[in-house]
């Protein structure tokens, strides 16, 4: 009689502080990714700098927490996409159990690895939250579990990877839903107003000079979404969240929204195209911040569409993704 292996799923995010304290650690931890911090020579002094930086911002950081809530929501709703992941693969009679192991806060990838280990799991299959590939974000959570596994010995799990979902059919059906959930709360004799604005996380110019497919990704989710919506709208892809003094991904949406304001348009959605759970950068960023700053400019109505969260054809693509694994 033939044993099944021991199976689970492992969805890759980044994490986010759970409480103010947290703040300073969280930054710490992601200054001292050698996938953030890869300078010639920065083995040296990344620790060093990595410590500078998040003492800095932290007090700042920390202002924009309190305004959300005091921690990231990040950690429950990926628990509950994990959660509804579970159910979906158990109706679909492959039960397997899916964790979660986040890249800057707890639970942390060390952590699940000691759980899959003691679980005797035999086959893990990494999925990330992260639909379009980066080495500065699936890339860096997967360096991570492959020093950690190698660090605790763990070779005895098999590892899949799934490294990239752009342009899923479903994840692409669950951002079209999306945007008209948003469009539907406009009222409606003003709704051929609305300029769409998709917006991503933006990465250094670096990266995408040295290969990173990310931005290629992005564009081409935007051209998907658009074709498949049919919004009959004006659209066009912006850039958000830059740090630092390097050139990164334009054009921002900040000058975007003042453009569009100087342009005279009057109704905007921000649709937050990288993002699949809600953060700092969608909660404070866009619909705080920049929304502030759209009222300011003279834009009388400004939303943002709602997060994929476990939009059901989000949970379905997660799915497919993870029994498509297990065939290959």
């Given at each position: ?178 945007i008209n ?8 004799a003003d ?16 990266l995408v ?120």
């Open positions: 009689m033939m044993t099944q292996t021991k199976r689970a799923v492992v969805l890759l995010q980044l994490g986010g502080p759970d409480s103010l304290n947290a703040v300073e650690p969280f930054l710490y931890n992601l200054f001292c990714d050698p996938d953030i911090i890869d300078i010639p020579g920065a083995f040296l002094f990344r620790k060093a700098l990595a410590r500078l930086i998040s003492s800095r911002r932290a007090p700042k950081v920390q202002e924009l927490y309190k305004r959300i809530g005091r921690r990231s929501p990040i950690l429950k709703q990926t628990q509950l996409q994990a959660r509804r992941l579970s159910e979906a693969l158990q109706a679909s009679g492959n039960p397997m159990e899916v964790l979660i192991a986040m890249r800057y806060w707890h639970p942390m990838t060390e952590e699940i690895v000691r759980t899959l280990v003691e679980k005797n799991i035999e086959e893990v299959i990494l999925l990330p939250l992260y639909p379009h590939f980066s080495k500065a974000t699936t890339g860096s959570s997967v360096n991570e579990w492959n020093r950690v596994t190698r660090a605790l010995h763990a070779h005895s799990i098999r590892t899949k990877v799934v490294k990239e979902y752009f342009d899923h059919p479903l994840y692409i059906n669950a951002l079209v839903s999306n959930r948003a469009l539907a709360r406009v009222p409606a709704r051929s107003k609305v300029q769409l604005v998709f917006s991503a996380h933006g990465t250094p110019m670096k000079c040295d290969g990173d497919p990310y931005s290629h990704h992005i564009r081409k989710t935007y051209e998907r979404v658009v074709e498949k919506g049919n919004f009959n709208l004006p659209h066009l892809l912006c850039f958000q969240s830059k740090v630092g003094p390097q050139k990164w991904l334009e054009p921002s949406l900040t000058g975007t929204i003042e453009r569009l304001a100087h342009e005279k348009v009057s109704h905007v959605v921000v649709i937050p195209i990288a993002f699949v759970s809600d953060h700092i950068e969608t909660l404070s960023e866009i619909n705080m911040e920049a929304k502030d700053e759209a009222k300011k400019l003279g834009i009388k109505y400004f939303d943002m569409m709602p997060a994929l969260l476990t939009h059901p054809s989000f949970i379905a693509c997660l799915k497919d993704l993870t029994l498509s694994s297990l065939e290959k």
